[in-house]
């Protein structure tokens, strides 16, 4: 059973009752980013209940000591881990001297949880009855700006329902903060100055190992009808501090506090300018005020969903589902900042330690390109291309040479620091995943100068790793690639998996083409790159012959290409037949079992068909997919858009929509009995994927835009907008066809269900 208690609500995320055991859940679903910083749904006051704390900086990390119980030669030395990070929303007050606990009150009613995606912001209400029998209303609205990212507000609330009382609060910065995931339960921050002036207050820390250095700051307001009270210092602490102001409610009266937080870094600004930073910061929460500011939230989430959003019309679960994706992929990465990137957790949690995985390359790019300007998805490569360096030191550490690139699992500064040995050292498909994305950034732009200045440095260092990773047999008179793990990863140690013998394949052919192109027709860019990689014609003839002679694991029975050597020898139960008791099996059985049987993780040949979709006909599209879903437990968070996709495209459209709403709504309903640890933020690109290229059946077709929609049954119409190469494309699609709105200075041409179009600046077309 999935969880079912968010209320259906098309931009509004809402939980309704007071139940507890749901509280660490909510606390993942409701959390809150602006790109630079983000945090769990956390309670301000204080709560004894069960709570997973979490406050996340955007960069900064901690190089958490690997641990293992037998040392490999080439693990990584850490795992880099996104840092709890001192905690500026606390606001304890005290009732008639009593501290407030939502957790010991003697009723609790009205309590309303709600993340509204149009505007940006969290609030939570509530009515209470407290242990000594106070009738109280408390409400607590937050939000982090979008436009000051380093700046975050919130307006908290408490009414005297039927007598009058005395309230202290007392707001407090916290500096003592361990991670939950800590693999040897060390301290991260060290705190090096706790100070309180002239009403703001400041905690200066710093990460251990990495010497991240910030400031944690606030600045509070109260005020009971129109009068203001003052804060006073409370306590000056190791690693708290706290201000504190009194007051006294009549009844129906309301104590209004504002507080103004947040952080500045290092990595924005010089150590002694910390605090002059967060003043600035608080100079303008004040100047402007919690009104204004919040004016402007709304305005900088109405113009981010002028582009990005997707309305469903006749389908509230699925409307929901997209908008909740799409907002918290924009809480997630705003693209400003080329040293950022897209961890699979986000500012959710902490499991995988915040850092960048291949996911982002494979299903973020695409949301990106399209709904933004170009040069946020290019800075996504350019992350990529910054660390390079390290990329070929990774790939040195394990034998490579010559200037071999082998991009991290896991990274937060381009080094590898993923301590699984069969990840680290077996998933190198990873780097095939990073050469896709210059191809799909390339042909979706037309920026091919990003070829010239970055990409092809790149593509050579993955393409040398891949000529050394393959060896010749003699036996298949092909070259092969042992001991690797597909993104299938219920198959650890396997031999040619057949994606990765694909992807290696593609991009040693791929960066061959795109050097030829470059000697044709930009010579001394060719002459330039080819010197810096010390390039050779005998290098670039082995990369022919390998790309040649690649082996690939084929049935001749099924007609089917095999997910690796030893497929065929398992036994093919399909998933249907196993009893629901023994799913999802990844909690269920042992991993010695799980590797012997035929299930799959997530899209692995399919994974391969959907990047490589224009290599292979439909009917071997539609034997691939017969033969593998059935096997398919959609485990991995990054399964259901992939085979949604392909479903759509051979015209499976109920299993294409089961599949939409499984990966729309796989947090939301908690399909993987996981949400409490973190938000899966990668593959809410692949839900967005889902409807733009699995029912929109958006793609690039000879250099031109091409549209195959469909719409499930399920829904009455649906609109979209994609920002092609600088263009505005709407698209509105309902049984009778699809309406198309140009907003441009410029017309274009693009192909509908085949059929050329033109579109001419401002002006509607249907087909």
Known sequence: MHQNYIVADPWSIVEEGFVPERFKSSESLFSIGNGAMGQRANFEEFYSGPSFQGSYIGGVYYPDKTKVGWWKNGYPEYFAKVLNAPSWIGINFYVNGELFDLNTCLKVDKFRRELNMKSGYLSRSFKCITWQGIALKVEALRF?????????????????????????????????????????????????????????????????????????????????????????????????????????????????????????????????????????????????????????????????????????????????????NIFQLNQTYSGKDARLNIGPKGFTGEKYGGSTYWDTEAYCLPFYMLTKNQEVARNLLVYRYNHLERAIENAKKLGFNSGAALYPMVTMNGEECHNEWEITFEEIHRNGAIAFAIYNYVRFTGDYDYLKEMGMEVLIGIARFWRQRVHYSENKNAYVMLGVTGPNEYENNVNNNWYTNYIAKWCLEYTLSQL??????????????????????????????????????????????????????????????????????????????????????????????????????????????????????????????????????????????????????????????????????????????????????????????????????????YRFKINFRGRIISAHVDRNGVELHLKSDIPMSLRVFGKKIELAPDKTIKV
């Open 144 to 324: 982090l700006s979008m436009d000051e990212t380093e700046l975050g507000v919130i307006s908290y609330r408490v009414t005297a329902l039927d007598q009058s009382v005395e309230l202290k609060f007392e707001p407090f910065l916290d500096s003592g903060i361990k991670n939950q995931d800590s693999n040897w339960d060390d301290d991260f921050w060290k705190t090096t100055a706790v100070n309180h002036n002239k009403g703001r207050s400041y905690i200066l820390a710093q990460t251990h190992k990495t010497d991240f250095k910030t400031c944690t700051y606030m600045y509070c307001e109260l005020k009971v009808d129109q009068n203001k009270s003052q804060f006073d210092l409370a306590a000056e602490e190791e690693n708290c501090l706290k201000v504190q102001s009194s007051v006294k409610l009549e009844k129906g009266q309301t104590a209004e506090l504002i507080k103004y937080g947040g952080y500045t870094t290092s990595l924005n600004h010089s150590e002694d300018a910390l605090v002059k930073a967060a003043d600035r910061c608080m100079d303008i929460a004040t100047a402007k005020g919690f009104d204004t500011l919040f004016n402007e939230q709304e305005k900088a989430w109405d113009t981010i969903w002028a582009t990005s959003d997707i309305i469903i019309e006749g389908d509230v679960k699925a409307q929901q589902g997209i908008r909740f």
């Open 516 to 717: 030829e192109k470059l000697r044709d027709g930009a010579v001394e860019e060719y002459d330039r790159i080819k010197g810096i990689c010390a390039l050779t014609e005998i290098e670039l003839e082995q990369w022919r012959e390998v790309a040649a002679q690649m082996y690939f694991p084929y049935s001749n029975e099924h007609q089917i290409y095999l997910q690796q050597d030893g497929f065929l020898d398992k036994q093919l139960k399909p998933v249907s037949e196993l009893q629901s008791d023994q799913r999802p099996i990844n909690q269920k059985w042992s991993w010695d079992r799980i590797l012997r049987s035929p299930y799959i993780k997530q899209a692995d040949v399919l994974q391969g068909f959907y990047f490589f979709e224009d290599h292979f006909s439909l009917e071997e599209l539609e034997r691939h997919y017969n033969f593998y879903e059935p096997f398919t437990v959609h485990e991995s968070s990054l399964s259901p858009c992939i085979h949604s996709i392909q479903a759509a495209k051979l015209g499976k459209m109920d299993q294409a929509y089961a599949f939409y709403l499984r990966t729309s709504r796989l947090d939301l309903d908690d399909y993987n009995k996981e949400v409490e640890e973190g938000l899966h933020i990668t593959s809410m690109a692949g839900t967005w994927l889902s409807i733009i290229e699995g029912f929109g059946g958006l793609r690039i077709e000879n250099d031109k835009l091409s549209l195959r929609p469909q719409i499930p049954e399920q829904w009455d119409s």
